[in-house]
């Protein structure tokens, strides 16, 4: 099996800052891609930021400029450092991993964090 634990999130004002962590573990032959969704109330999940493992990183338009993803391969783990949030960045924060283990490649989900912007 394989975990991924997001930690960060919580209440923060317009302007503000936050980063989230997310660290996979277990049965993990391959880490390919890592990244970032996010679903606000009544919407649709939606990809905000991905890295792949050679370090390239593709961004959401509504995000671009304001967050930064990055990862630390030998720690299997990504962050997500997000700058001048807005209230629409208000939302559930997925971590997802396209991973190669004893199941084969599949993705797998974090339970998921809340961010919440504050007007």
């Known amino acids: 099996q394989v975990q991924l634990v997001e930690s960060g999130g919580g209440l923060v004002q317009a302007g503000g800052s936050q980063r989230l962590s997310c660290a996979a573990s277990?049965?993990?032959?391959?880490?390919?891609?890592m990244g970032w969704y996010r679903q606000g109330p009544g919407e649709q999940r939606e990809s905000v930021a991905r890295i792949t493992r050679d370090g390239t990183t593709n961004y959401a338009d509504s995000v671009k400029g304001r967050f930064t993803i990055s990862s630390d391969n030998a720690k299997n783990t990504v962050y997500l450092q997000m700058n001048s949030l807005k209230p629409d960045d208000t939302a559930f924060y997925y971590c997802?991993?396209?991973?190669?283990?004893?199941?084969?490649?599949?993705?797998?989900w974090g339970r998921g964090t809340q961010v919440t912007v504050s007007s």
């Open positions: 997802n991993a396209y991973v190669r283990s004893v199941d084969g490649w599949r993705d797998y």
């Open positions: 277990g049965s993990i032959f391959t880490l390919s891609t």
